[in-house]
């Protein structure tokens, strides 16, 4: 399925004056503008290429990649202003808009705001908005101590710095666990090491997997003692079961219940483990 706003794969169908007609699928044929085309181009390869509406609100296909695709947050830098909204560069021939009614304060040229990409489904035009909280997920969110997740750098404050979790969720790195230098607009990689009470998710930048198989090692051999020293599950198991009953992922429940193995803690057995004795 070709989208709009993203980088796609794409039939060359043939040459025209302007360029290559790439084949869209449900959008019919895209143009490839000729100064995107290079000579290894052929008719019947493919290419992959980014999809947006051009000035001429038509859609074209181009080599060129963006700051961030539609999904995504990003922090922009003003470029202009109109009666239509402000224009934010992000990284393409044509400036992204960010229309008055997404805007939360009068945006400055030169100066960069924190928005959130999308597409206008009544247009087909990319747009992007400032009123970031109607973008983000409002059910509880449900990570595991130690789990991996994407983190988008908003802003540094008095107690570390603001991120967006999947860009589903509020988060907070604490000065306390910054390792290493970050920049507000990154994306890159963090481990969810609390969830608040407030459904914000608390942060670590670094989480070795020894520490991770450690405290997972605790809660497997606690449940096993508050089950009367066996449970039915073991690295037979399926991925879903482990998920439901460990908030962990299979990979992480079979290296801890290999660690509890090898300290003579627990016997594995087909149908499950249970203590040593």
């Known amino acids: 399925m070709i989208e709009i706003g993203y980088n796609n794969k794409m039939q060359i169908l043939r040459e025209c004056p302007n360029g290559l007609m790439l084949n869209g699928e449900d959008l019919g044929e895209i143009l490839m503008p000729k100064r995107y085309v290079t000579p290894d181009m052929k008719v019947g ?55 008055f009614s997404e805007q939360k304060d009068k ?43 994407e983190i988008f750098i908003h802003q540094r404050t008095e107690l570390g710095y603001k991120v967006i979790v999947d860009n589903s969720h509020w988060g907070m790195i604490y000065n306390s666990e910054m390792f290493r230098e970050v920049h ?7 481990y969810v090491n609390k969830i608040r009470e407030d459904n914000r998710i608390d942060v670590m930048l670094e989480k070795s997997s020894a520490k991770l198989v450690d405290s997972t090692e605790e809660i497997i051999y606690k449940k096993l003692q508050d089950n009367g020293g066996s449970l039915p599950y073991s690295d037979k198991s399926s991925p879903d079961d482990i998920q439901r009953v460990f908030g962990i992922s299979k990979k992480v429940f079979k290296k801890a219940i290999g660690g509890l193995y090898k300290q003579h803690l627990i016997v594995i057995e087909d149908n499950g483990i249970r203590i040593a004795k």
């Open 45 to 99: 390869s493919e290419v992959e290429a980014f999809v947006y509406t051009d000035s001429e609100d038509r859609l074209v296909a181009i080599t060129d990649v963006p700051v961030a695709h539609v999904g995504q947050f990003a922090w922009l830098e003003c470029v202009q202003t109109s009666k239509v909204g402000a224009f934010l560069d992000w990284g393409l021939e044509k400036d992204l808009l960010l229309p």
């Open 107 to 149: 945006p400055s040229v030169g100066r960069k705001y924190f928005v959130y990409i999308y597409l206008d489904q009544t247009t087909n035009r990319i747009v992007c908005s400032q009123r970031l909280n109607k973008f983000l997920d409002p059910r509880d969110p449900k990570y595991y101590h130690g789990e991996r997740v």
């Open 184 to 190: 507000s607009g990154e994306y890159t990689y963090g």
